[in-house]
């Protein structure tokens, strides 16, 4: 990693590097969108409210490891720490799922560990979060009945909890997409 890269160059590096880690991924939702549109999203939403750099760019990053796991190359912690620095790979080391263990003991771990987490994965979290919300609400996944959903969105209101504090403009658009995913819910028939 070159420490003179401009911001907006390294930036591009991480949208690039992440582009082409989600080549093939897509969105579990109905509309099956391209995954690389989530993290651009979760980067943009941390940009529009002020979140430092080192949280954008791993906002980009944040589902590299994770997520390319069966892939012929996985992306490592450490190939992060080579390529964007130790600060970004300490954020999303913070922010990934260990997925060798179960779904609910993955998300009991995200709620316990949010509270403790740095400054730049709460953002991270709260902002993935945000993504996850609107897709919940957008375009949920196939198979995902309307209790499901608003399991994920008292979850994710869960995790929330104990990454807000840190940036109160993230915070508020977080609390406005929640209550808008609770109301859309509370308004659709639950049948």
């Not at 949208?15 to 099956?32: L, S």
């Not at 069966?70 to 913070?94: I, N, Q, S």
């Amino acid at each position: 990693m070159d420490q003179e890269e401009a911001p907006l160059a390294r930036t591009l590096r991480a949208a690039h590097f992440a582009a082409t880690v989600h080549a093939t991924h897509r969105r579990k939702g109905a509309a099956a969108e391209p995954y690389v549109n989530h993290v651009l999203e979760v980067a943009e939403i941390l940009a529009a409210h002020g979140a430092p750099l080192v949280a954008v760019i791993a906002g980009l990053l944040h589902d590299t490891v994770e997520d390319s796991d069966a892939d012929p190359v996985p992306v490592t912690l450490a190939a992060l720490e080579a390529a964007f620095g130790a600060e970004v790979a300490a954020v999303v080391a913070e922010v990934s799922d260990d997925k060798s263990l179960p779904k609910e003991v993955r998300k009991g771990l995200q709620v316990r560990h949010a509270a403790g987490a740095s400054a730049a994965a709460k953002q991270v979290k709260l902002a993935d979060k945000i993504s996850n919300l609107r897709t919940i609400v957008a375009s949920p996944p196939a198979g995902w009945n309307h209790a499901r959903r608003l399991e994920y969105v008292g979850w994710a209101g869960r995790v929330a909890a104990g990454a807000k504090g840190v940036n109160p403009r993230l915070d508020a658009a977080f609390d406005a997409t929640y209550r808008g995913a609770v109301a859309r819910l509370a308004g659709e028939d639950a049948g």
